[in-house]
């Protein structure tokens, strides 16, 4: 059973930067994509970003040219550098892994717990 590990996240100016780190562990050869999305309240879980084991990526338009993913395949790690932060970024922010795409919810098999990440205005 793959289990993935969220940290980084946090509060942050708008305007500011972090990082957030996923590693997977256990069952991790069964993964292809991860990503992550997120959840604001009152609102749907969201696709922020997918890459997979090649480096594809696709990036929400909400995010393309202020966010960049980047993945250790070795540490079955994925990272996620966001810069320019706005208020509407924050959410939770939830790693996903699949077994193939994860660029749907319903293509996800594992899920992190979350990590909060609130940007002040």
């Known amino acids: 059973q793959v289990q993935l590990v969220e940290s980084g996240g946090g509060l942050v100016q708008s305007g500011g930067s972090l990082r957030l780190s996923c590693e997977a562990s256990g069952g991790k050869f069964s993964i292809d994509s991860m990503g992550w999305y997120r959840q604001a309240p009152g609102k749907q879980r969201e696709l922020v970003v997918e890459?997979?084991?090649?480096?594809?990526?696709k990036y929400a338009d909400s995010v393309q040219g202020r966010f960049t993913v980047s993945r250790d395949n070795s540490k079955n790690t994925v990272y996620l550098q966001m810069n320019s932060l706005k208020p509407e970024d924050t959410a939770v922010y939830y790693c996903a892994a699949g077994s193939g795409a994860c660029g749907n919810p319903s293509q996800v098999d594992y899920w992190g717990e979350g990590t909060l990440v609130t940007v002040s205005s």
């Open positions: 890459i997979n084991t090649g480096g594809r990526t």
